[in-house]
């Protein structure tokens, strides 16, 4: 339910009671992987010839990406709302738009593209982004790229970001963080060096670049803790069938695993093993998920999966783990705030770098609901007692995983849970409260 209310600042403003249930029933799917979509679409922009794109996650942030492309000159042809044909303009195709790329909220879009604008040599680019975006580090990519000889200039590590491109060097580059997508952008930016290019990552990523370059035609290899491509002649990638978005899953699964009652059916859930962290640690927590139909579907593994409630214990989530389960945390922290006995989440400082900072926006998004959560530098320490917590209201924070964390706190609280902001879940997941509505049983 949405009702229009006077903000504080005089402006009007929506806010979604999302009210308690007793149970989550049935079966759905959800939308296609928002990392494999963004990528697909990038990815399908340097090919040679038409990339087939079909279960595309469609949401704002791959509309910034489609857009993205299109400025460059790939032509995308939109035959269902979740069916594109991507025309590519080869790897050194891409044109100079008229003016900045808008990004819009998309993390993965700026830093992605960044890799791939790199290696179009002598020709400039800008990056842009919204608010939210135009907040976080982009001297995470610039670095290296510099490193190989881009022409990047950001505005204090910012966006706007200038690329010029430039004839790159292959190098040996360190992640200084945890990140999937300065790993991909380096790789990107790979495929048009003189020679091999080797990221080395402390802790484990999500592969999904890897697994589509590798479809497309490049040359990657791993070992270890590292992963080297070389630079490519001609890519191509004929099709892309787009899993289900675990990270869009995880709302439901959780919702199902903490009330009495519940039996829920995903159906095709990329199960990527750098993707399902919140998975593990559920499980680890005493969750009744069972993965079925398993599968390979565009070089991903996919299956279905069936959730059932159970009680859960508290858990700790440490530095190797959280990579696996990054956009996932604030929906653990719902978790640890129902289980028996105290949770702690380490390592997590880059959850400070996501759309909000997720370190402060999870605690005082839950606090006010009733919800015992401190936050800490890198994490946060929550004492779980195993009943509904009361509800109240939160504000997103403009930030749709902490919207989607208040609709399942509204679930599963005693009064229901008010949402400022909740429009915020476009970024990723469009129709997430129609389809919340229909597993909610009252
Ligand atoms: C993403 C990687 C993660 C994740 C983001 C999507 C990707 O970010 O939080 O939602 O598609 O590669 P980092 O790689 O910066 O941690």
Redesign the pocket.
Known sequence: MTSPFWGAAGQEREVRLVEPATAIRGAIAVPGD???S??AVLVGAICEGETLITGFGRSADTESTVAAVRALGAEVVEEAPDVLRVRGAGLRGLREPDGPIDCGNA??LA??LAGILAGQPWRRFELAGDESLSKRPMG?VAEPLQQMGAGVETAGGRLPMGIEGRPLRGIVYELP????????CVLLAGLYADGRTTVVEPVA??D??ERMLRAAGARLRREADRVTVWPAERLQLERVDVPGDF?SAAPFVLAATLLPGSELIVSGVGLNPTRIGFLHVLERMGARISAFNRRTVAGEPVADLEVTHAELVATEVGPTEV?QL??ELPLFALAAAMAHGNSRVRGAQ?LR???SDRIKSVTISLRPLGVRIAGAPDGFRVRGVPTRPKGGGMGSEGDHRIAMLGAVAGLVSREGVRIEGDEAVAV?FPGFFDLLESVAHR
């Open positions: 928002k990392s494999i963004h990528r993390g993965t830093r992605l995470r963080v945890a990140s999937a997508q300065v790993k991909s990523t999500r999904h670049t990270s990579p990054v956009d880059e770098e996501k759309e990723s």
